[in-house]
């Protein structure tokens, strides 16, 4: 994850502006920064959490647990939002 941040900050850096640019346009958009930030970070701890389960279960297991989150999300959804989901959905 760090070496995608590092190649990010390079590319910005080789064909948008400095450093000091993407300071000064971060500050001014915290807003757009936080929209793009707080998923990043999700995502990232996702993967990290990936390697901890793998480590802790075996490939089989860790393959159905991962397709449970999959019924999970619908059965939160129906929860949550007060919505039945139809069989296309499922």
Avoid: C
């Avoid at 990290?48 to 019924?71: C, E, H, M, R």
């Amino acid at each position: 994850e760090l070496l995608k941040l590092a190649m990010a900050m390079g590319f910005y850096l080789a064909y948008d502006g400095s450093f000091r640019d993407f300071l000064v346009v971060a500050s001014r958009e915290v807003h757009l920064l936080m929209k793009y930030a707080v998923p990043a970070v999700l995502y990232a701890l996702y993967n990290n959490l990936v390697y901890v389960n793998l480590s802790a279960f075996d490939p089989g297991t860790y393959n159905v647990l991962i397709q449970l989150k999959i019924a999970l999300t619908g059965v939160l959804y129906q929860w949550l939002f007060a919505k039945r989901l139809n069989q296309n959905q499922w």
